[in-house]
């Protein structure tokens, strides 16, 4: 079974820092992309960032605006959004996701919180 499980969300102030990471299982990791997703509450979800199986390439939304970093560790199966520079709009749960056979996978999601 497939299950991604997301860590490291928090309350934190503007300008502050965070480091999400995805601990996945039950699929051949380092063969899939991997993503993160963002939804805001009444927003909809929204992409985040992309990493490539081999962290050959990477694709970010314009709205971080070079403030997150998205990497990957085949080792140990996990996933990290570094988050810099945090706004207030960047509050939202945060969602690691994948396309294994077809199919969409979600993890439960994480908290982050930006406020003053």
């Known amino acids: 079974q497939v299950q991604l499980v997301e860590s490291g969300g928090g309350l934190v102030q503007p300008g502050e820092s965070l480091r999400l990471s995805c601990a996945a299982s039950?699929?051949?990791?380092?063969?899939?992309?991997m993503n993160w997703y963002r939804q805001a509450p009444g927003m909809e979800r929204e992409h985040v960032a992309t990493?490539?199986?081999?962290?050959?390439?990477?694709n970010y939304a314009d709205f971080v605006k070079g403030r997150f970093t998205i990497s990957r560790d085949n080792v140990k199966n996990t996933v990290y959004l570094q988050m810099n520079s945090l706004k207030s709009e960047d509050t939202a749960v945060y969602y690691c996701?994948?396309?294994?056979?077809?199919?969409?996978?979600w993890g439960q999601g994480t908290q982050v919180t930006v406020s003053s």
């Open positions: 996701n994948v396309w294994v056979r077809s199919r969409d996978y």
């Open positions: 990493i490539s199986e081999t962290a050959d390439w990477t």
């Open positions: 039950g699929f051949a990791f380092s063969h899939n992309a």
